[in-house]
């Protein structure tokens, strides 16, 4: 059975908040906005620049061919300019 978590006593808006913190907290650690090579990018973002498919993108990633960073666990994946490029040497 899975264990959730009860939050009681904060509003909706509050609550988007503290998740929105979050997550640019997490993504500020995976990403430096000077340096364009470690500019996150989004699955479609990527697959866009290396001219593939989505379902390739994702081929390449479980190949090993190509590295991601994952948000969250099992949340969003993001990739560098810096891993697309090194991914075609």
Same mark, same amino acid.
């Given at each position: ?12 808006? =509050? ?9 640019? /907290? /997490?993504?500020?650690?995976?990403? =430096?906005?000077?340096?364009?090579? &470690?500019?996150?990018? $989004? ?9 593939? $498919?989505?379902? $390739?993108? &994702? *081929?390449?990633?479980? #190949?090993?061919?190509? &590295? ?14 810096? *891993?697309?490029? #090194? #991914?075609?040497?």
């Amino acid at each position: 059975m899975k264990q959730g978590i009860l939050i009681e006593n904060i509003e909706v808006d =509050d609550l988007q908040e503290l998740i929105k913190e979050a997550v640019r /907290e /997490e993504l500020s650690q995976h990403s =430096d906005p000077n340096d364009p090579a &470690r500019k996150l990018l $989004t699955r479609e973002e990527a697959a866009d620049y290396l001219g593939i $498919t989505l379902p $390739t993108l &994702r *081929d390449y990633v479980t #190949s090993g061919r190509l &590295r991601c960073k994952r948000i969250g666990g099992r949340g969003k994946v993001f990739f560098t300019l810096e *891993d697309i490029h #090194s #991914s075609l040497k």
